[in-house]
């Protein structure tokens, strides 16, 4: 994809920009697969490919949403190869999520955490988006290549779940690697590969 | 881009509540986890990048020339 080759300084904004955003990333990537570790990994593949992708990018526009849904299809194809498969570290997490300073509940962080990895995952990452992403629904439901409707139901069964199992402190122990948890996800990847994802469009 | 106050608010509580930033001990009906969620995503983004990533960064500056 090079039809349009950018000017050197055209290349250093996407270098910054693309910088600027390997934190959200990096957070993104880690409320998706819970493994700190192969979070990073994601990222790093996300930002080769998103490097390889430059000249799709439309500069002014959102470099987060734009390489959220890079990250996003990068997760989804190796969850397809099963690379997550059984992964998923509960001693790991729990460590992770005691460790920031001045947190006054860090058990019940914790618990959203795991409560958080026990969702279907396009109901976790609608939540993650729009909760913790601070995107608005239209844009992530551009991120998801769905309907706004859709990434608002998604989000209130996230949430009413959510409050649920913390309210009951029954939090299921539930495998992450469950093909049929992800057929949805996987049929909105299709979607994206089809062209009504933001990344596909530009 | 704003964060959407409605995510934060269970019914009926106010919006201040949810959104102050300290998470405070309440019943677990309180959006609290809402916070947390943003907790979560904030610490990792706070956190200081590994080299293994300004590594990566610069080696694609360097496939570019």
Known sequence: ?202 | MGHPKELLVTDGKSPDAASSGKAKKSNPNDPQWADGLRQLYDSVVDEPLPDSFKDLLSKLDGEAK
């Open chain 1, 1 to 202: 994809m090079s039809e349009s080759k950018r000017t050197a300084s055209e290349q250093a904004d996407f270098k910054r920009e693309l910088t600027e955003v390997v934190p959200h990333l990096r957070a993104f990537a880690r409320g998706l697969c819970g493994r700190p570790d192969m979070a990073d990994d994601l990222v790093q593949e996300a930002l080769m490919k998103a490097w390889a992708a430059q000249e799709r990018f439309e500069p002014g526009t959102s470099m987060r949403a734009w390489t959220f849904v890079i990250l996003r299809n990068a997760y989804l194809t190796d969850m397809r190869r099963n690379r997550f498969r059984g992964e998923y570290d509960e001693g790991v997490a729990e460590r992770i999520l005691t460790a920031p300073a001045g947190q006054e509940e860090p058990v019940h962080l914790s618990d959203m955490h795991r409560a958080l990895l026990t969702l279907p995952p396009e109901r976790r990452e609608a939540l993650l988006l729009v909760g913790a992403g601070g995107f608005s629904y239209e844009e992530a439901a551009n991120i998801c290549g769905c309907a706004v409707g859709t990434i608002k139901s998604r989000v209130g069964r996230a949430r009413s779940a959510l409050n649920a199992m913390l309210e009951s402190g029954d939090i299921p122990n539930r495998s992450l690697d469950d093909a049929t948890a992800h057929r949805a996800i996987l049929e909105e990847l299709d979607n994206v590969a089809a062209g009504n994802g933001i990344a596909a469009a530009s």
